[in-house]
């Protein structure tokens, strides 16, 4: 990779029990093997952090008055309020990574993609959708002993979120673990293989090939 190209931002949306969490984690380990640097955003929210969650690895946590100071002087690249909490992209770390060459994954839902993209239109998305809703279910059943009146709401806020799907650019089913992982890894690297991104990375080399 040519140190001085800037990096990519990506947007990656899925329900609750999607997947999203543990694919981007298994993601990033894979691309550090072919040589792209990435990393995933970590958000600033109002809500109290739950055992086990450190300040600068699963989030940055601030009040409620702050996070409104946030908005106020422009830090945020995208912010939204979900179940009564506060969740936002800082602008200035945002900007720095992509400057400094890494790629970015932006862990947000449809509406702060929205937000992403008006703001910097160049940004990749993908949504990622589970294999069937009896999966779903399941998975989302599997995360402890709810009620179903709470699975049901869980179901029907996850149908909300998928409904959004045709607002991105690629899609990616769950089905598989490995096989979805892999497919995400052939999105990151496919931007870097462009005429483009190539003709700068082996500026050197292409002349030499073509001297007669």
């Known amino acids: 990779m040519n140190p001085q190209s800037p990096g990519h931002l990506w947007i990656v949306s899925a329900p609750s029990g999607g997947g999203k969490t543990s694919l981007t984690r298994a993601l ?4 550090a ?19 086990g969650e450190q300040e600068g690895v699963h989030y ?6 702050g996070f409104v100071a946030m908005i106020g002087r422009g ?3 995208e912010h939204a309020q979900v179940f009564g909490r506060r969740y936002g ?42 294999p069937s809703r009896p999966e779903l ?6 995360r402890g002993t709810d009620p179903d009146a709470v699975i049901a709401e869980r179901m029907a806020q996850a149908t909300a979120e998928m409904s ?3 607002e991105y650019e690629y899609l ?24 483009e991104a190539q003709q700068a990375r082996y500026s050197g080399l292409i002349p030499d090939l073509l001297r007669s």
């Open 28 to 31: 990033l380990p894979r691309l």
């Open 33 to 51: 093997a072919l040589g792209v640097q990435a990393e995933i955003s970590v958000s600033y929210t109002t809500r109290a952090p739950r055992v």
């Open 60 to 65: 940055h946590y601030v009040d409620e008055a």
């Open 75 to 77: 830090e945020f690249l």
């Open 89 to 130: 992209t800082g602008r200035e770390r945002t900007e720095a990574l992509l400057a400094a060459g890494r790629d970015l994954i932006l862990d947000i839902d449809w509406q702060g993609a929205r937000q992403v993209r008006a703001l910097m239109p160049q940004a990749r998305s993908v949504f990622i959708l589970p």
């Open 137 to 142: 279910e399941r998975r989302l059943r599997g």
């Open 164 to 166: 959004h799907y045709g």
């Open 172 to 195: 990616v089913v769950n089905q598989d673990f490995d096989t979805a992982c892999t497919e995400l890894t052939a999105l990151f690297l496919a931007p870097r293989l462009s005429r």
